[in-house]
Nanobody, 120 residues
Framework: QLRVVESGGGLVEPGQSLKLSCVGS????????MGWFRQGPGQDREEIAC???????YVDDPVKGRFMIYRDDSENAVFLRMWNLEVGDTAVYYC??????????????WGQGTRVTVSS
């Protein structure tokens, strides 16, 4: 069964950067679109970025220009690069596998999440 594991979270100060990683096992991630979600304290989980099998990228408005999703199929991995982090970016970040090769609204598998805390 195809699974993903996230890593790279931590405690950073406002304005700093982080790179989150999502590595697949039990199958090939390149066949699917991949997404990053986050769930802040007391908030619902929200999708923030998606990348298709072919590399087309969609980034949600609240993080556009500060976050970028990309994939390295040779590593069976997807990454989320985050710049100029804000306190409001504090959340648990999840990687997810889409059921399709494009960014559909159906997701088949989720990681356990990695926590990002932005605080001075």
């Amino acid at each position: 069964q195809l699974r993903v594991v996230e890593s790279g979270g931590g405690l950073v100060e406002p304005g700093q950067s982080l790179k989150l990683s999502c590595v697949g096992s039990g199958g090939a991630l390149p066949s699917y679109a991949m997404g990053w979600f986050r769930q802040g304290p007391g908030q619902d989980r929200e999708e923030i970025a998606c990348i298709t099998r072919d590399g087309n990228v969609y980034v949600d408005d609240p993080v556009k220009g500060r976050f970028m999703i990309y994939r390295d199929d040779s590593e069976n991995a997807v990454f989320l690069r985050m710049w100029n982090l804000e306190v409001g970016d504090t959340a648990v970040y999840y990687c997810a596998i889409n059921k399709a090769y494009y960014c559909s609204e159906q997701w088949s598998s989720w990681g356990q999440g990695t926590r990002v805390t932005v605080s001075s």
